[in-house]
């Protein structure tokens, strides 16, 4: 069974900080994505990572892939409310579905 | 271009009732997942539907089943409701062939009493 972990599960900053979140696991995943989710809302794609060391950028958001495609990190520069939400990464493979992490429920505080 | 959308937004179920929720794909793909997510908890996947076929099924029993529609839209109907059934139901949609990106609908809140 193919497991994600992320941590942390909950952060809470202030407004201008920066942060980062982890996703790890055990598995080896083809392509790998970013989802922020708002509450009573559906997940919403921020970014696919597919190519084992891959960094992509999205304006304040810094995506990693790990060099065996095993676990992945964002990092947020200069947090802002509007940052708030739940953060979820999913593995995908060849087959059909993806896998996804508890996510990181992240708070910017103004 | 139109996203994925969903219906209802909200419904409450009686325990041992049956539920139908629709989903309606993003425009240009054949290709619909279902997921349940739990208060807390990230999605799970419970089957995906392609050419009108289920094309995989996680851990999920019978009474949980599908229907994909030659407009590729797609119905996820659940028998004998449970407690444990409340959740939110996500829709995705992708297109086969590229790799496994999905785009998800706004979702469906079911509480069973």
């Known amino acids: 069974t193919q497991l994600l972990e992320q941590s942390p599960q909950f952060l809470s900053i202030q407004e201008g900080e920066n942060l980062t979140v982890y996703c790890n696991s055990s598995?080896?995943?083809?392509?790998l994505q970013w989802y922020r989710q708002e509450p009573g809302e559906g997940p919403v794609l921020l970014v696919t990572?597919?190519?084992?060391?891959e960094v992509k950028k999205l304006k304040r958001l810094t995506f990693q892939f790990g060099d065996a495609r095993k676990d992945s990190s964002l990092h947020i520069t200069a947090a802002q409310p509007g940052d708030t939400g739940l953060y979820l990464c999913?593995?995908?493979?060849?087959?059909?579905?993806?896998?996804f992490g508890k996510g990181t429920l992240l708070t910017v505080n103004p | 271009e139109t996203g994925v959308t969903q219906s209802p937004t909200h419904l409450i179920k009686t325990r041992g009732q049956q539920v139908t929720l629709r989903c309606s794909s993003q425009?240009?793909?054949?290709?619909v997942s279902w997921y349940q997510q739990a208060l807390g908890q990230g999605p799970q996947f419970i089957f995906q539907?392609?050419?009108?076929?289920?094309?995989g099924r996680g851990n999920f029993p019978p009474r949980f089943s599908g229907l994909q529609f030659p407009n590729y839209s797609s119905e996820l109907n659940v028998n004998a409701l449970e407690l444990d059934d409340s959740a939110l139901y996500l829709c995705?949609?992708?297109?086969?062939?590229?790799?496994?990106?999905?785009?998800f609908g706004q979702g469906t809140r079911l509480t069973v009493v």
């Open positions: 425009s240009g793909h054949n290709t």
């Open positions: 539907y392609y050419r009108e076929e289920e094309n």
């Open positions: 990572v597919v190519t084992g060391g």
């Open positions: 598995s080896v995943f083809s392509s």
């Open positions: 995705a949609s992708s297109l086969t062939g590229l790799r496994t990106e999905a785009f």
């Open positions: 999913a593995g995908g493979g060849s087959n059909y579905k993806l896998t």
